[in-house]
Nanobody, 127 residues
Framework: QVQLVQSGGALVQSGGSLRLSCAAS????????IAWFRQAPRKEREGVACISGTGTTTHYADSVKGRFTVSRDDAKNTGYLQMNSLKTEDTAVYYC????????????????????WGQGTQVTVSS
């Protein structure tokens, strides 16, 4: 069974930074495009960022552009979301996802279907 295991969520003050990890197990993440989403309480899921299979293409939601950076380390079979200058409105549960048919060609569609999802990790930004 394909698994994505997430880590890195925490409580952080406004202006702080966090790095989320998304580690693949039971399959090789190489060449899989990775999408990141978040869902805040009482809000719909939002596409945050994505990275192509080679890491050469990335896309970001306007709300995080310039503050978040998506990356990958295929040697570690892991994707990352570096979040800087965090704001209270970034508070949400963050998810990574991948699918053999998914291509990072724009901000991830929150209604797209993915084969594999991480379990989610809570990010809370306090003022």
């Amino acid at each position: 069974q394909v698994q994505l295991v997430q880590s890195g969520g925490a409580l952080v003050q406004s202006g702080g930074s966090l790095r989320l990890s998304c580690a693949a197990s039971r399959f090789t993440l190489n060449y899989h495009h990775i999408a990141w989403f978040r869902q805040a309480p009482r809000k719909e899921r939002e596409g945050v960022a994505c990275i192509s299979g080679t890491g050469t293409t990335t896309h970001y939601a306007d709300s995080v552009k310039g503050r978040f950076t998506v990356s990958r380390d295929d040697a570690k079979n892991t994707g990352y979301l570096q979040m800087n200058s965090l704001k209270t409105e970034d508070t949400a549960v963050y998810y990574c996802a991948t699918d053999t048919d998914y291509h990072c060609s724009g901000t991830p569609n929150p209604w797209a279907v993915f084969d594999s999802w991480g379990q989610g990790t809570q990010v809370t930004v306090s003022s």
